[in-house]
């Protein structure tokens, strides 16, 4: 598909497909948020507004007014029926709400603080590993192993000898979660075909884990699902698979983004080694600047208005939660990156990374844990760090999900 279909309602508004967008978004978002008009972009038969300004996204984020409308199809952006039945992320209340309360007990702070050693033996393996061999590349050898093992491994309990095939699908579908009408043919079978490779093997794995159980996320939703009917077994999958895309590549494309980020920011790359107790602050800089999750889609359940403007039922809307990182009207100079801009509480406003109100990201934790860790590791054990190739960055196709496809930098234990 070209850019030529995306039809744009307000003269200069988002072109998604430009290369040029891909590389860096972020001057298109500003023109949106300076676009008097309605921007909006034609998906299909239907036209679908773009919201660009942090007030307009965090309200349509926190209303009950907006969802996905599953119940009545009324989205816009995807065949409700080709969606897995479990994976909450694209469901209302009271869906919603019941199968995320039965993951989130899974998601306490507990388990997440039992996982902290387990994530710096493995970063501190995976980056003594490239020193000795003098560089690596960040997605490949770092972030990627690192997503793998604990949502791969640890989360969903699948064997490590099986990371390849899962990290082949995780891409295929996540490319697949752009709204539908974006997406080329081959693209949509790609995906389904991915879906159903990893519905296949899932399943296999659930069967497997009933009669022989883990201590493992799949474990306890099984056994939640055998104590009743709270959980059905396909529902059991559609969670496995929402996390497999939701705490995957989200997570891989965090610690690529925050890399590239330092290393086109030295001040601030030496900022941090100099203050290693920014590395938390880092992190939500980096949700605010180059965030993972470029976008989300809600619908409209009702007659609503947001800003001022008004919304029928079944309308949609994207909502740019990276161009709400960058709007002068809530950060100050929004487009610096300021690794101490989040030190203090209560110094900047949140940024809207892991998004808001009823979705808010579960893995939240896990993804802080996980990128403090590698972002850390890296800047504290090589003070060499630095790019290794003149080639400019290629970035993952997706447009909602953000991230380098590669990033290959030196390491040295001195100073470059
Ligand atoms: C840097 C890493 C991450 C980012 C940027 C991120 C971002 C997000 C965002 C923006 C949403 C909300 C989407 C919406 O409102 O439509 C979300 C939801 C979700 N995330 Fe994350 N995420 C990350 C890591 C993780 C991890 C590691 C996991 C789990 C292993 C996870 C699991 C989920 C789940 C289950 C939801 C659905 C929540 C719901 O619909 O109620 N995420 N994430």
Same mark, same amino acid.
């Given at each position: 598909m070209t850019s030529g279909q995306l039809g744009n309602v307000v003269p200069d508004a988002l072109d998604l497909f430009d290369s040029a967008h891909r590389l860096d978004p972020y001057p298109g978002y500003g023109r949106l948020r300076d676009t008097p008009g309605r921007a909006a972009v034609r998906l299909g038969d239907t036209e679908v507004t773009l919201l660009s300004r942090y007030a307009d996204c965090a309200a349509v984020l926190q209303?009950?007014?907006?969802?996905?409308g599953n119940a009545d199809r009324?989205?816009?952006?995807?065949?409700?029926?080709?969606?897995?039945?479990?994976?909450?992320?694209r469901m209302d209340p009271p869906d919603h709400r019941r199968l995320r309360a039965l993951v989130n007990k899974a998601f306490s702070a507990r388990m997440v603080a039992d996982l902290a050693p387990m994530i710096t033996r493995l970063v501190d393996s995976l980056v003594d590993h490239a020193i000795a061999a003098g560089?690596?590349?960040?997605?490949?050898?770092l972030s990627a192993p690192l997503a793998l093992a604990m949502?791969?491994?640890?989360?969903?309990?699948?064997?490590?000898?099986?990371a390849d095939l899962l990290r082949a699908w995780e891409l295929a579908i996540a490319r697949g979660?752009?709204?539908?009408?974006?997406?080329s043919a081959e693209e949509i079978a790609g995906r389904d075909e991915a879906g159903a490779g990893v519905v296949g093997y899932l399943a296999d794995l659930v069967r497997r884990r009933r009669a022989e159980p883990r201590d493992d996320l799949l474990s306890r939703l099984i056994a939640v699902e055998e @104590?009743?009917?709270? +959980?059905s077994a396909p529902e059991v999958i559609g969670i496995c698979v929402l996390l497999l895309i939701a705490g995957m590549e989200t997570s891989i494309n965090l610690v690529g983004n925050g890399v590239r980020a330092l290393l086109a920011h030295p001040d601030q790359l030496e900022l941090l080694r100099r203050r290693p107790e920014l590395t938390g602050s880092a992190v939500e800089e980096i949700l605010r600047y180059d965030?993972?999750?470029q976008f989300t889609m809600r619908v409209a359940l009702t007659d609503t208005t947001v800003g001022g403007r008004a919304f029928r039922r079944g309308d949609g809307v994207i909502v740019l939660m990276a161009s709400a990182g960058r709007d002068a009207a809530v950060f100050a100079e929004p487009d610096r990156l300021d690794l101490?801009?989040?030190?203090?509480?209560?110094r900047s406003p949140r940024h809207l990374g892991f998004s808001?109100? @009823?979705?808010?990201? +579960?893995g939240a934790p896990l993804a802080r844990l996980e990128a403090s860790t590698a972002i850390g590791t890296l800047v504290r054990r090589a003070?060499?760090?630095?790019?290794?190739?003149?080639e400019p960055v290629s970035y993952q196709p997706s447009i909602i999900h953000r991230g380098p496809r590669s990033l290959p930098v030196e390491l040295t234990t001195t100073a470059a």
């Open positions: 209303s009950p007014a907006w969802g996905h009324l989205s816009p952006f995807w065949d409700q029926e080709t969606s897995l039945p479990g994976s909450f992320i560089g690596l590349d960040v997605v490949r050898d949502v791969g491994q640890r989360l969903l309990g699948v064997p490590a000898r099986d979660t752009d709204p539908e009408p974006l997406l @104590a009743g009917d709270a +959980l965030t993972p999750t101490t801009r989040y030190a203090e509480p209560g808001l109100g @009823a979705h808010y990201c +579960l003070p060499g760090l630095r790019l290794a190739t003149d």
